[in-house]
């Protein structure tokens, strides 16, 4: 697991994972707000309030932020690039299955950092003892997570028919994936 090391993407691009601080939020809030602005991965049709994001993506959960290393002095000038959560996707006796959320900037896209975020996922929640990863809402029109999902041995388990609106007022369905740790 590559975290706090820098690691060379394709095309020479450099990021360098470690856990969030709290000097990351207002930069990691920015992102998220960004990526739900653009509708294609995340429920929220809204920015969400400064308790909302810390619910969403802080509080009981692992966060992992990439941050870009090339041509900063200082990690915190770095823009983030990407992020993950892992948290558990139930409480009690299920509470061995993890549930993940990604965020990666557009500039960053088509680079290798989803995957990277996503490999790291993976070794994050096999140290946590995790035994599988499912993701319950997978919009169906994001073909690049979805391919990158399986690539990383996800399977589609469930389909959701018409579950995500559409900021055009139609709807989609919604995917449910799942991995095995063991």
């Known amino acids: 697991m590559p ?18 601080s709290p000097s990351d939020l207002p ?3 920015s992102l998220y707000d960004m990526i739900v602005e653009e509708g294609a991965s995340y429920p929220h049709d809204r920015a969400l309030s400064e308790q909302e994001f810390l619910d969403y993506w802080i509080t009981g959960k692992f966060t992992v932020v990439a941050r870009a ?5 200082d990690e915190q000038d770095a823009p983030i690039a990407g992020a993950f959560y ?22 960053w896209r088509r680079h290798g950092l989803g995957r ?8 994050c929640a096999k140290e946590q003892g995790y035994r599988s990863i499912i993701f319950n809402l997978v919009f169906a029109e ?5 391919s990158l999902w ?18 055009d007022g139609a709807y989609q369905d919604a995917l449910v994936m799942f991995r095995s740790l063991m």
């Open 86 to 107: 892992l948290k558990p996707n139930w409480p009690g006796r299920a509470s061995h299955v993890a549930n993940a959320g990604f965020i990666v900037a557009p500039s």
């Open 142 to 146: 994001n073909q690049p997570a979805r």
């Open 116 to 123: 990277l975020l996503g490999m790291t996922m993976l070794d």
């Open 150 to 167: 399986r690539q990383l041995g996800f399977e589609e388990v469930a389909r959701l028919p018409s579950v995500v609106r559409r900021d």
């Open 3 to 20: 975290l706090g090391e820098d690691v060379v993407l394709k095309d020479g691009l450099s990021v360098r994972l470690r856990p969030v």
């Open 69 to 73: 290393q090339t041509c900063y002095k």
């Open 27 to 29: 930069a990691l809030r």
